[in-house]
């Protein structure tokens, strides 16, 4: 059997292990992990800046809000006339919004694979024995013992370190502040 992987994992140690070597706790490689966390926020939000046309979506949204405030109001006046027209236009509009929403799917087609394949090498390098001993405030704000919860209902066994959290909770809330971040950086009008 051919190992296709092999060569994958290769590259991506190749990248990756330098990363890993300047982390002050190579064995709890917290910092490694917010650097991958950076570089794929930064792919994610640079395809998304550049495949999505991000005035016509903002434009979309702005009238599709207006639709649903003029269908809203006459509603409540009882117009039957003007929500009969109102609902004659709808077509379009979803016509209109289906189309943004498949223009909205381009980057993660484009960006799919190598996030998967990053996904791959950290969960097979020594990133997968991460564990982050988070804040009681933010252990709660982030839902961990819900996260715990369905873990240990869907792979067994349970979370065995107070407040700890593995390497994809803790690569989660770095790409979700990073792309906050990235997202107002590059001029990004709305967020997720």
Request: charged share 15%; net charge positive; glycine share 6%.
């Amino acid at each position: 059997m051919v190992d296709l992987f092999g060569p994958v994992y290769g590259v991506l140690n190749a990248i990756f292990s330098p990363i890993l070597a300047i982390d002050p706790n190579p064995t709890n490689p917290a910092l490694t992990v917010l650097i991958i966390a950076f570089i794929v926020s930064l792919i994610t939000t640079i395809a998304n800046k550049y495949l999505v046309d991000q005035d016509e979506l903002n434009e979309q949204q702005a009238t599709m809000n207006e639709f649903n405030k003029r269908l809203r109001d006459a509603q409540k006046r009882g117009d039957g006339k003007e929500v009969a027209k109102l609902q004659a236009e709808q077509a379009e509009l979803m016509k209109n919004q289906t189309a943004m929403m498949t223009n909205q799917f381009k980057p993660m087609i484009v960006t799919f694979v190598p996030i998967i394949l990053i996904f791959f090498w950290m969960r097979t390098s020594a990133i997968h024995n991460l564990v982050i001993i988070l804040p009681k405030t933010v252990y709660w704000v982030t839902l961990t013992p819900i996260w715990h919860w369905i873990g240990s209902f869907l792979y067994g066994g349970k979370a065995t370190i107070p407040y700890g959290i593995g390497w994809l909770l803790w690569y989660m809330i770095c790409t979700f502040g990073m792309s906050q971040i990235l997202r107002k950086f590059l001029g990004f009008k709305q967020g997720f």
